[in-house]
Every structure is written in structure tokens, then in C-alpha cells.
């Protein structure tokens, strides 16, 4: 008995000891299993978190690197040529989770297609490999049609400038060059590897969200480089300022010296009494203007300021009003010619800016231009896309869903429409006769909103040789080259609002500059030479003034919008009007396919702005 106590106190010990074994064993597990979980949902809400915010720090983030705060950067050296292959080739593989050594998720990496990691598809990188594939699906396209189709149109494109065409489908190989040039960092991070045309470093750009239901402030910027502009934009300026809801910044670009503004604000001299009495009046009313100007500018708490071009490096470019350099500070941006049209605060604020908020992803606006194909294929095509278009918004969906999202998978649908000028010889024509609110490419710059991400891509280096198209062309087409570089960016048409808002009986804006003249769209929707040749010199004459003075200038526009888009080599589909999917959009039976009955509607026919209406339940009050 002496001898059993040992051996008990023995089993005891051991079994005590195996106890606290297991115990242990269990606490390691379930702490393991506790540090995964959260890990997993760290990632997760990680990649959400940043998808919801890079609207708004991508941008932030440029600024800071072009104000020079991001002087690490800017003191990188330029990186050296790199022969990588495609964007997919580029995308350095971690773990297999998109981590890096440390266990860091790649803030540029997401997982898709069975988890495989390909760029945000918003970031740049991405965005450029989406055009780059949409001009090799736009080759195939050409290339596979029929012998007997090919180089049939009777009335060939001829140029009339001396300056060459840009490359038909150029934008890829370009695009390719920069990706190249300019490859991801070995640990897979964007570390600012961007170069501009100086050398010096750009920011990365990331496409807006599609939709900004929740910005209630927007930026209005207008450019400008003359005084005797004043007394067109001064006095609705005013009254935008004064009465507008939301307007919490107004840049104006001055693409002249300081001293325009400056040595007219302080000429105290008398007018010359040769003048007429009107002309004198006027003069004095342009010193007022320039003065009142420098006022609101000089005066740290007045919302307008004036950004001067030259003082910030650039030229006199109409490019600038889109330039990263101005910085506005709302995501949404308002812009106006400065001497007009100036549409209705219902127009722009009431329909407009809400439209815009449904579709931040897209160029929106109200003065519209219509792109014609001559061949029969482009035709069926186009309408093809349209049509498309008008079903997806009368399904409540948000428009045909061409994002780089969709087209990095599936390739590109037939809603955008080959351009096949080396094939077939593909000419289009440019419509300066109307403004339709179906089927248009082109968005006049005046009544116009935009995301201000979109300042980033229009001044990207890669996109240099369109740039320069615009400065060395002689019509300095802008507004197709900003319409039709956004529409490949964002793999979506424009979209468009009613310039024109009626109360039911009688339009009452005091503030409303009337066009100078609509043709009757019933009556000249089919090309006429003659009476083409007859009243060029009637119509829109208030914008672009100097412009149509030029002598051929319609022939130089139509040369332009087939360098541009024979440059992409596709069209998007074109736009859809305010009453798309509503009883309210009527068959043409020629010209373009669908029109809006009454063209110009009051508040309450708006179907974004009607509970239950195509497009109210993206941004639901």
C-alpha cells in the first residue's frame, strides 16, 4: 500500500498535464481561427472602402502631386523602357490573395474570373487596355467584312486642311507605347510612375463612379480671354451666383495676360468722343465688369476666382478649362462658353444636375450635335446601339452596360460602331443643321457637366498626340475630341437633359439666351447641298463666332470629327433623349430615329424626377 501512493500521485500529474495540452492546443486553434476571420473581413471591407472612396482621393491625390506636395515623386527619375506584354502580363501575382510580402492587400488588385487579379477596373491601367481592346475587336470587325462590301462608297473623304490625319485606330498602339513605358512597380503598387510631356510626374487617374446621388455642390468654370466678353457672361453670372442651389465655386480660365483684365479695370481715362454714344457706354461697362471681376477674385471668401493660364505654365489652349491644374473642389463640374447659350436654372439644376447624378460616369448635357454615317453598315449599327440604349432605360437599368468592367470580359457588344476608313473607305458627316436629343456624338461645351476625374485622363500623357490635334488644327475641336475621348473611357454614351424647361403656357427666363436659329427638323434632316451651301453662314453664329468666319469651316469640322473618330476607331451609340422609355418618345421615319413630343417639357414630364419614372430609383429622394 506504501508503494501505491507514488504511482497514484504519478497518473495524476500525468493526466493534469495532458489536460493542459489540449486546452492550450484548443486556445492556438481558435485564436488562428479568430485572427483569419478577421483578416478575411479586414480585406473585404478594405476593397469596399476603397472602391467607394476612389472617386473622390483619386483626385485629391493628383492635385497634391501637381502642386508639387508629392516632391518624392516628382523627383523620381523618369523609368526606363520596358517591353512588358498586355495589361494582364503587367499585374505582379502575390500570394495568390493579391498581398504582398507583408500581408498588405494591393489597393490596385482586385479578384475576379475565379479569383484571378487583374487592376481596379476604373484605374487607368485598366481603362487603357479596355480602349486598347475595343480598337483590336474594332480591326477584327473590319477585317471580316465581305470583299464586295469594301471600298464602295461613291464620294470618298477628302481633306481640306494640310495637316495630316490622325492614325486610323492610333489611340491603341499609343496606349500600348505608354503602358509600356511606364510599367507597375515590382511590388505590383502604383507608386506615381506617370510622366508628362516636360518629364515631370502626373497623377494616376481613376474613373468617377457611376453614380454621385449624394453631391449637392458642383463647380461652374468658364473660359475666357478677351474683355468685350464681359458683357456676355458677366450679368448671368451674376444671377447664377445669386439664385442658383448647389453653386458653391465659380473658376473662370483667363487664357490672356493678368494685365487684359487688370490695365481695362484701371483705364480711368474718358472715352474717345469720336465714339458712339453706344460704344462709349459699353467701354465704360467693361471697365465695370473688369473691375467687379477682380473684386470677387482678390476677395479670399468670395467663391469665384480666376485661374490665369499663363501664370500656371500653360498657353492659351481651349483645352484648359479641362486642365488638373484648376482644382475644383466639387467632384461636379458645370461648364459654360462664355459667350453662351446660358440655359435655365430648371434646365441645369432641376434636370440637368440630377440627371448627372445618375450617371456621373458619362459626359452630360443639353446642346448636342449629331454624327451621319454614309454606309449602310454604320447605319444598322448605330441603330442597333440606340435602340439598345433606349431599352436598358426603360428597364431601369443604368444604360447598355459597356464599363471597362464588362468589356474586359465579354469583349466589346456591336453597340459601338467600327469605323472602317482603311477597309470600306467609312466617312462620316458632321450635323451642324440640329441639336437632336437621339443618336447624337457630340456635346457642345456650354451646358455641359462632368466629373472632375475626368480632368486627369484629358491631360494624361498618354494622350498627348490628340492634344496636339486640337492646338494645330484649324477649328480646334475641343468638344469632339473632350466627347468622344470620354465615351471610350467610360465605354458609354452621353447623356442628355432638356436645354429648354416650359412652365405649360409661357417660357419665363429672363436669363435664357434663345438660340439664333433651330431648323424645322421635319423638313432638313437628309443632307442638301444647295441648301446646305445657302444658309451656312445662319446658323449658331453665336458660338464659335470668330470660327465660322474662316471659309470652309464646315468642311475643316467634318474633317476633324473623322480624324477623331477614325483616331478611336469605333463610335459610341449615340445619345438617348430625356423621353427615352417614357410615352413621350415618338419614331422618326427618317433622319435620326426617335425624337422627344414636346422637345421642349415642363418639370413634371422629366422621368428622373418621377417617383417610379425610368432612372429616379438610382438616385431615390
Known amino acids: 500500500k506504501s508503494k501505491s501512493k507514488p504511482k497514484s500521485k504519478a497518473r495524476t500529474l500525468t493526466k493534469t498535464t495532458c489536460l ?131 471600298n464602295t462608297l461613291k464620294n470618298p473623304f477628302q481633306p481640306i486642311t ?131 471681376l477682380l473684386q470677387w477674385h482678390n476677395n479670399s471668401t468670395h467663391p469665384l476666382r480666376i485661374f490665369f493660364s499663363l501664370e500656371n505654365g500653360l498657353e492659351n489652349n481651349l483645352l484648359n478649362r479641362y486642365h488638373p491644374l484648376l482644382q475644383p473642389k466639387n467632384e461636379a463640374i458645370m461648364y459654360f462658353d462664355d459667350d453662351g447659350p446660358f440655359w435655365s436654372k430648371d434646365a441645369m439644376i432641376t434636370s440637368g444636375f440630377e440627371l448627372w447624378k445618375r450617371n456621373s460616369d458619362v459626359q452630360v448635357g443639353a446642346f448636342p450635335r449629331n454624327i451621319r454615317y454614309m454606309s449602310q453598315r454604320m447605319k444598322d449599327t448605330g441603330r442597333h446601339g440606340v435602340d439598345s440604349s433606349i431599352q436598358a432605360i426603360a428597364s431601369n437599368a443604368r444604360g447598355v452596360d459597356l464599363s471597362p468592367q464588362t468589356q474586359s470580359k465579354h469583349h466589346h457588344p456591336l453597340t459601338f460602331t467600327p469605323i472602317c ?74 447623356r442628355t437633359f432638356p436645354r429648354e424647361i416650359t412652365d405649360g403656357v409661357k417660357e419665363i427666363s429672363r436669363n435664357r439666351r434663345i438660340l439664333m436659329l433651330e431648323y424645322d427638323r421635319d423638313e432638313k434632316e437628309e443632307r442638301d447641298e444647295d441648301y446646305e451651301e445657302e444658309n ?33 476607331g469605333s463610335i459610341h451609340p449615340g445619345t438617348v433623349g430625356w423621353c427615352a422609355g417614357t410615352p413621350y418618345m415618338q419614331k422618326r421615319g427618317r433622319g435620326v430615329p426617335y425624337v422627344c413630343d414636346p422637345e421642349k417639357p415642363t418639370l413634371d414630364l422629366i422621368p428622373w424626377l418621377k417617383e417610379g419614372g425610368p432612372g429616379y430609383d438610382h438616385c431615390p429622394k
Request: proline fraction near 5%.
Open 162 to 292: 494640310d495637316l495630316p490625319m490622325l492614325p486610323e485606330g492610333g489611340v491603341g498602339p499609343s496606349l500600348q507605347k505608354w503602358l509600356r513605358d511606364n510599367p507597375l512597380s515590382s511590388d505590383g503598387n502604383d507608386n506615381n510612375t506617370n510622366y508628362d510631356e516636360s518629364g515631370k510626374a502626373y497623377p494616376t487617374c481613376r474613373l468617377p463612379p457611376s453614380t454621385s446621388c449624394n453631391t449637392s455642390t458642383y463647380t461652374l468654370i468658364m473660359m475666357s480671354h478677351t474683355t468685350s466678353r464681359l458683357h456676355d457672361f458677366m450679368n448671368p453670372l451674376l444671377v447664377m451666383m445669386e439664385t442658383w442651389p448647389g453653386l458653391t465655386e465659380v473658376i473662370i480660365v483667363w487664357n490672356s495676360p493678368r494685365e487684359t483684365l487688370t490695365s481695362m479695370a484701371e483705364n480711368t481715362d474718358a472715352p474717345s468722343p469720336n465714339k458712339k454714344k453706344a460704344d462709349r457706354n459699353r467701354e465704360i461697362q467693361e471697365r465695370q465688369y473688369a473691375s467687379q
Open 421 to 494: 476608313r482603311n477597309v470600306t473607305g467609312d466617312t462620316v458627316e458632321y450635323n451642324y443643321f440640329v441639336f437632336p436629343d437621339f443618336d447624337a456624338h457630340v456635346l457642345l461645351p456650354s451646358g455641359t457637366f462632368l466629373h472632375r476625374n475626368f480632368l486627369c485622363f484629358i491631360w494624361h500623357p498618354a494622350f498627348e498626340e490628340l492634344r496636339t490635334y486640337v492646338v494645330t488644327h484649324k477649328t480646334y475641336p475641343d468638344d469632339m475630341t473632350v466627347s468622344t475621348l470620354i465615351s471610350h473611357l467610360s465605354g458609354r454614351a452621353p
Open 20 to 150: 493542459l495540452v489540449v486546452l492550450g492546443t484548443l486556445v492556438g486553434i481558435l485564436t488562428i481561427f479568430s485572427l483569419s476571420i478577421g483578416h478575411y473581413y479586414h480585406n473585404q471591407y478594405a476593397d469596399d472602402l476603397l472602391s467607394r472612396m476612389s472617386g473622390m482621393t483619386a483626385f485629391q491625390s493628383s492635385q497634391s502631386s501637381l502642386n508639387g506636395e508629392a516632391s518624392q515623386n516628382s523627383s523620381r527619375t523618369k523609368p526606363q523602357h520596358n517591353a512588358q506584354g498586355s495589361l494582364r502580363d503587367e499585374v505582379t501575382k502575390k500570394d495568390g490573395n493579391g498581398n504582398d510580402k507583408h500581408g498588405n492587400k494591393n489597393p490596385f488588385l482586385i479578384g475576379r474570373d475565379n479569383d484571378d487579379n487583374v487592376l481596379d477596373a476604373r484605374h487607368e491601367r485598366s481603362v487603357f487596355q479596355s480602349i486598347i481592346d475595343r480598337v483590336e475587336w474594332t480591326e477584327q470587325q473590319c477585317a471580316a467584312i465581305p470583299s464586295d462590301q469594301k
Open 536 to 568: 451656312l453662314n445662319k446658323v449658331d453664329q453665336s458660338h464659335r463666332r470668330l470660327l465660322w468666319k474662316q471659309k470652309n469651316w464646315g468642311k475643316m469640322r467634318e474633317e476633324a470629327v473623322n480624324s477623331l473618330t477614325g483616331y478611336f
